[in-house]
């Protein structure tokens, strides 16, 4: 660990004072610094990413998640440019003779702006920028899109993106480039969301009125990311209109929603509140069906201005989802989270923001039928304070540190009423602690060259109080050699570790890099190296989360994640950047990937290091991304190769392994993804949307054979997942329509009419089999979820 640690501040020196040395080469020059905040003109709304560049010297910046940029130039005079996707683009002069603070609002595209030029290096700044494997999708975007039931679904969106997959129709979570659904970082203004999606996958829990801001890293991590192996998607909600109060919602044909967001104080603080909710369940009460499913939702933030220096954020979210049978059955899981934020300007080059989070999943049955409660979920607190650093024109530094505390419920049960005959029984509770800190680097090199390195150093504390199981040879897994099958082990003993004491601990030194050469003006190469640890393992035997799944920490038998992720990539504008180009290629490699032993009983286990054995896993693949950026049809298309696949090799020559210690294709595997997103803009009041989607189908593992035992039949199977579901495909449309689309003040709306899977293909969510009753033979049974779906929603605001 010493080691680690004075490698860790071996790099940071070293940074520092590579930092301040690329001055000296420089002819000494007179600098000063343009700094300040970028905002939408109507709400005052800060924007995150916006590009500003300078073409007198070819670089530029983007503004941080707090709308906050910095610049430092020689004395001169300088044309600046500000483009930002949705808005219309800023061209203004400025002369930089002393230190300039200067805010910037932009206005929406449609609106009217004074001294507005349009210039075409909007989309060079990806070119110039060693940032790849990211995508970022606007809410405007997003609500084009055709999705099931006509709700806006940002999972949905980003299906659509190359990489990008789920475990099928009506599943939850998302997969990235041959990843676990368990190993992406999903940010909701920067606390953790254990599970994104409500009813079972259907929807995603994020409300799109109060998105602002999305970006996906499926590579190329920045250090100040940690946790995950395989991806990030960092979300960020509105901050409220500073100017004036209005709502917005819409209503559709299984939920609803209301937005309304105001002034506390003008131009100096804001609130914003929203809420949406299902009813679909109602129209089963109305049949005497006393089964239910629905969901609901809330968002809130609010912030205030301190002064030019200091500012302060509140937000919140809070989420459950209720299924019910019949009222012997009743599932209630969800998300919340709150974060209080204080965002601090040293100077005009140094931006710090503290952050104090709090984040809960927590997932509750109350079975009547059976007389008993069951609870499980996991909770974490969360500090980190992170410093931006413009240190010149040419070099930006990120820094860093947090600390994160766990608290893990494997599993409460106590009795549903008093006559109930079951005891009250707290499977033993874990805790965890996870302490890192960072540095990252962006430095423009040459005119060509472009570099972003870092460096993270994480660690990990598995706590007390806790009784542990003690094992020969530390193996909570044997191998029966007889039957050549693992088996639980038998525990020789246990320890226990007071409260706060060290049971096993972690450290790992994470080091990311990413490099941008720039062939010319509209073209470049990029490539990327990041490893990236996981602490935390989602227990589950299904290809997508459920929300039944439990998460544990690691410990002295389950080893964290380890990955190590290359990308090289092609990147291209043409024909004025009407149209972009990325061309990515990838291989990641993780460690420690958990597997289970046959027939493993994962729910309720308090010895779950007796069903897992630690395994690897690997993914390689070829994406390609097609954009078409202007006029009245733009879009993209998406096509992925990729090949994803998992080993749990014999722990010596004498054991077989999983699988017999041979690869075999993850339960996330698709060869082929390929997407066709698409919208039309007819007219003013007309715009038309449309999505293709093909895919491989996922794999599943068929019987090969069967055999007769006491008179009844039992299948054989083969290697796992050797098999596939039929190849998965559907089209989506949808038309919106404006009443009156010039209309800018008070009541406004919009229809939206949507047609999911228009030609009814039955897509298989799974195949089971069966033996029929009358002939005896064996057949198949495809079990679909969706035909043709229609769909119509009613979108307000005012």
Do not use: C
């Not at 698709?670 to 997407?675: A, P, R």
């Amino acid at each position: 660990m010493q080691q680690k640690i004075m490698l860790l501040l071996f790099f940071i020196t070293a940074t520092a004072s590579f930092s301040q040395g690329t001055s000296f080469a420089e002819p000494l020059k007179e600098k000063f610094t343009l700094s300040g905040t970028i905002s939408d003109a109507r709400t005052n709304e800060t924007l995150i990413g916006v590009n500003i560049f300078i073409p007198e010297t070819k670089t530029g910046i983007t503004t941080n998640e707090y709308g906050f940029y910095s610049i430092t130039l020689p004395k001169g005079t300088y044309n600046i440019q500000i483009s930002y996707m949705g808005y219309e683009t800023v061209e203004e002069t400025i002369s930089l003779t002393k230190d300039i603070k200067k805010n910037l609002a932009l206005t929406e595209t449609g609106q009217q702006l004074d001294e507005v030029v349009i210039n075409t290096e909007k989309t060079a700044t990806n070119i110039r920028k060693p940032e790849m494997s990211v995508n970022k999708l606007s809410i405007g975007t997003i609500k084009k899109i055709p999705v099931v039931l006509g709700e806006v679904d940002v999972i949905k969106a980003l299906l659509t993106l190359p990489g990008v997959t789920n475990a099928g129709e009506g599943q939850s979570g998302f997969n990235v480039r041959g990843g676990g659904a368990d190993q992406n970082l999903i940010l909701l203004d920067e606390a953790t969301i254990f599970n994104s999606s409500h009813v079972f996958g259907f929807f995603s829990v994020f409300n799109p009125d109060a998105i602002k801001d999305l970006k996906l890293y499926k590579g190329g991590i920045p250090a100040r990311f940690g946790g995950r192996v395989s991806s990030v998607l960092d979300i960020y909600q509105k901050d409220g209109n500073s100017n004036k109060f209005s709502m917005n919602g819409g209503i559709g044909i299984v939920s609803s929603r209301l937005l309304a967001e105001g002034p506390i104080v003008k131009e100096r603080g804001s609130f914003l509140f929203a809420g949406r909710a299902s009813y679909a369940h109602l129209f089963l009460k109305l049949s005497d069906n006393k089964n239910s499913a629905y969901f609901y939702d809330l968002n809130t933030k609010m912030n205030y201005k301190l002064n030019q220096n200091n500012n302060l954020f509140l937000s919140g979210y809070f989420g459950r989802d209720v299924f019910s049978l019949n009222n012997s059955f009743v599932n209630t899981y969800g998300n919340a989270t709150l974060n209080l934020r204080w965002n601090h300007l040293y100077s005009d080059k140094l931006f710090s923001n503290l952050s104090v989070i709090y984040s809960d999943y927590y997932y509750g049955l109350d079975l009547n039928l059976l007389g008993f409660l069951w609870n499980s979920g996991i909770k974490n607190y969360n500090i980190k304070y992170d410093l931006k650093h413009y240190v010149t024109d040419k070099i930006k530094l990120n820094y860093g540190v947090s600390g994160i505390y766990y608290n893990f419920n494997p599993g409460t049960i106590e009795p549903s009423d008093a006559t109930s005959g079951i005891n009250y029984k707290q499977l033993e509770k874990k805790y965890a602690f996870e302490p890192s800190l960072y540095i990252d680097a962006e430095q423009k090199v040459t005119k060509e060259l472009s570099l972003s390195y870092g460096l993270r150093y994480s660690q990990f504390y598995r706590l007390g109080s806790s009784t542990v199981n003690l094992y020969q040879d530390n193996q909570a897994v044997v191998f029966n050699h007889e039957l050549q099958i693992y088996e639980k082990g038998t525990p020789i003993g246990t320890k226990y570790y007071s409260h706060n004491k060290v049971i096993e601990s972690f450290d790992n030194l994470e080091p990311r890099f990413a490099a941008s050469y720039q062939l010319d003006e509209n073209q470049s190469v990029k490539a990327s190296y990041n490893r990236m640890t996981q602490y935390l393992q989602l227990i589950s035997n299904t290809a997508s989360p459920t929300p039944l799944d439990v998460w544990t920490p690691s410990d002295q038998y389950i080893k964290p994640q380890i990955a190590d992720q290359v990308a090289l990539g092609y990147f291209r504008n043409f024909r004025d950047d009407k149209y972009s180009l990325e061309v990515e290629t990838f291989y990641k490699k993780v460690k420690n990937r958990i597997d289970y032993i046959d027939g493993a009983d994962l729910i309720a286990n308090e010895a779950i290091e007796q069903v897992i054995l630690n395994g690897e896993m690997r993914a390689y693949g070829l994406e390609v991304l097609l954009r078409k950026n202007t006029g009245k049809l733009n879009g993209w298309i998406s096509y992925t190769l990729s090949k994803s696949q998992q080993r749990t090799p014999g722990r010596d020559a004498t054991e077989t392994g999983i699988n017999n210690g041979s690869w075999y294709n993850s339960g996330y595997d698709k060869l082929h993804n390929l997407s066709v997103t698409s919208s039309y803009n007819f007219n003013p009041k007309w715009t038309f949307g449309a999505n293709f989607v093909l895919q491989s189908g996922q794999p599943v593992t068929y019987p090969n054979g069967q055999y007769e035992y006491g008179g009844i039949t039992i299948p054989s199977y083969g290697l796992r997942n050797g098999d596939r579901l039929p190849a998965y495909h559907h089209l989506d449309l949808s038309a919106t329509y404006t009443p009156k689309p010039n209309k800018k003040k008070g009541w406004q709306s919009e229809w939206v009419f949507s047609l999911y899977n228009v030609y009814g293909r039955k897509n298989a969510a799974s195949i089971s089999f069966r033996q029929n009753v009358d002939t005896g033979a064996n057949e198949a049974i495809r079990l679909s979820i969706f035909g043709v779906v229609p769909g119509v929603s009613y979108n307000f605001k005012f």
